[in-house]
T-cell receptor
Framework: GAGVSQTPSNKVTEKGKYVELRCDPI?????LYWYRQSLGQGPEFLIY????????DSGLPNDRFFAVRPEGSVSTLKIQRTERGDSAVYLC?????????????FGPGTRLTVT | DQQVKQNSPSLSVQEGRISILNCDYT??????FLWYKKYPAEGPTFLIS?????DKNEDGRFTVFLNKSAKHLSLHIVPSQPGDSAVYFC?????????????????FGTGTRLTVIP
């Protein structure tokens, strides 16, 4: 079956602009996660959805970052007034159900470059 | 503060030999540990996991060992193959807090780049 897909694969934007990153999870997976991976680092948790609701958004760095999942499947990560420090690979993952005992399946990521 | 640490950024091993990748953690609330493998331009792929109630889990050529008292885990690959060349991430998840937060996200190490030489 299809895995997690993310679009676009690459995004270059100017400082101060708004961007949206899209994630299509594996069909039937109720849990969806966003991570950010900066150069030379491991993925860092941003937000977790269970169904349509954000169950844990404690990883969002500030209020410029926001994510939605209105119908419980596709999710969009939104970044306002982008800064050069936002440049990273943004990874989306899904799992069958939330909780620590289920593996998260990752998409290929969106590489965001803020110039 | 890095709660999961992989102190070796890279490792080179001859084909057919054993690869040992190490990981240390600081948070005693972690109860589940995973290893992910990552090829360039792809997302991490789940490899193997272990619950904190076990000290060993084996899947084919891959074995993960957990030493809770030392807060240390390791991944053994035997025999190593050139196709195993990738970046390996150690990850951990925690027992839920009273608010339910923190249980559903993974804490990752910085990764170890394994090169298996034919």
């Amino acid at each position: 079956g299809a895995g997690v897909s993310q679009t676009p694969s690459n995004k270059v934007t100017e400082k101060g602009k708004y961007v949206e990153l899209r994630c299509d999870p594996i069909s039937g997976h109720t849990a969806l996660y966003w991570y950010r991976q900066s150069l030379g680092q491991g993925p860092e948790f941003l937000i977790y959805f269970q169904g349509t609701g954000a169950a844990d958004d404690s990883g969002l760095p500030n209020d410029r970052f926001f994510a939605v999942r209105p119908e419980g499947s596709v999710s969009t990560l939104k970044i306002q007034r982008t800064e050069r420090g936002d440049s990273a690979v943004y990874l989306c993952a899904s799992s069958l159900n939330g909780g620590s005992l289920h593996e998260q399946y990752f998409g290929p990521g969106t590489r965001l470059t803020v110039t | 503060d890095q709660q999961v640490k992989q102190n070796s950024p890279s490792l080179s091993v001859q084909e057919g030999r054993i690869s040992i990748l190490n990981c240390d953690y600081t948070n005693s609330m972690f109860d589940y540990f995973l290893w992910y493998k990552k090829y360039p331009a792809e997302g991490p792929t789940f490899l193997i996991s272990i619950s904190s109630i076990k000290d060993k889990n084996e899947d084919g050529r891959f074995t993960v060992f957990l030493n809770k008292s030392a807060k240390h885990l390791s991944l053994h690959i035997v025999p190593s193959q050139p196709g195993d060349s990738a970046v390996y991430f150690c990850a951990a998840s925690a027992i839920p807090t009273q608010t339910g937060k923190g249980a559903n996200n993974l804490f990752f190490g910085t990764g170890t780049r394994l090169t298996v030489i034919p």
